[in-house]
């Protein structure tokens, strides 16, 4: 079954640095996503991605953070200049482009850790 | 602004019996899609049922059922033959179709954990 891969599972990084987490959806979606869960907190959307630029994204989604799809098939999301409050499961999915809706595919999430 | 609601943190259930979760949902739109999603210890999050707004039949998928009343904007989830493998965080989800395409964001829910006791 088609799967939607995230590296690395899990990331520790200081304050203030940079962080990069890949995905790579499962080929013919295109429709991309990254959602975050902050430990035992509810899933929070962070922002879609069609066509090449940001279709929706949340107040979460400041200018600290950016998305790309540098080659067709990864999916990045960065966080510039990272904080203590960015310490979250980052989830990347994605979603088909025909009619109806069959719900996300989810990758298995990268654990961010802030020290 | 669409909302979803669980109103139980947590729940148990006996191994092989039933459990039902619950969940509502606020929204002024006709068209949209409910979902249930898994996530087990490993934290990923697997799509376990789906029901879209405008299908009067609940969904079924195995052991996995729902009962949705759209009048009363309710969603609940039931679990037939409860697996020891059916212990994780439940999360109902909401999203609203529109005819833009796929990219609407799906509302979540808090989560209700389930734990099956053997």
């Known amino acids: 079954e088609p799967e939607v891969t995230q590296t690395p599972s899990h990331q520790v990084t200081q304050m203030g640095q940079e962080v990069i987490l890949r995905c790579v959806p499962i080929?013919?979606?295109?429709?991309f996503y990254w959602y975050r869960q902050i430990l035992g907190q509810k899933v929070e959307f962070l922002v879609s991605?069609?066509?090449?630029?940001?279709?929706?994204k949340s107040e979460i989604f400041d200018d600290q953070f950016s998305v790309e799809r540098p080659d067709g098939s990864n999916f990045t999301l960065k966080i510039r200049s990272t904080k203590l409050e960015d310490s979250a499961m980052y989830f990347c999915?994605?979603?088909?482009?025909?009619?109806?809706?069959?719900?996300?595919?989810f990758g298995s999430g990268t654990r961010l850790t802030v020290v | 602004a669409q909302t979803v609601t669980q109103s139980q943190p947590e729940m148990s259930v006996q191994e092989a019996e039933t459990v039902t979760l619950s969940c509502t949902y606020d929204?002024?739109?006709?068209?949209?899609?409910l979902f249930w999603y898994k996530q087990p210890p490993s934290r990923q999050m697997i799509l376990v049922i789906r029901?879209?707004?405008?299908?009067?039949q609940n969904a079924t998928e195995n052991r996995f059922s729902v009962n949705f009343q759209k009048a009363a904007k309710s969603f609940s989830l039931k679990i037939s033959d409860s697996q020891l493998g059916d212990t994780a965080m439940y999360f109902c989800?909401?999203?609203?179709?529109?005819?833009?395409?796929?990219?609407?964001?799906?509302?979540f829910g808090i989560g209700t954990k389930l734990q099956v006791i053997p």
């Open positions: 999915a994605s979603s088909e482009a025909e009619e109806g809706d069959y719900g996300y595919t």
């Open positions: 080929s013919n979606h295109l429709y």
């Open positions: 991605f069609y066509n090449n630029e940001i279709s929706e």
């Open positions: 929204t002024s739109e006709s068209n949209y899609y």
């Open positions: 029901q879209e707004a405008y299908k009067q």
């Open positions: 989800a909401f999203k609203h179709w529109g005819s833009s395409g796929g990219y609407q964001k799906v509302t």
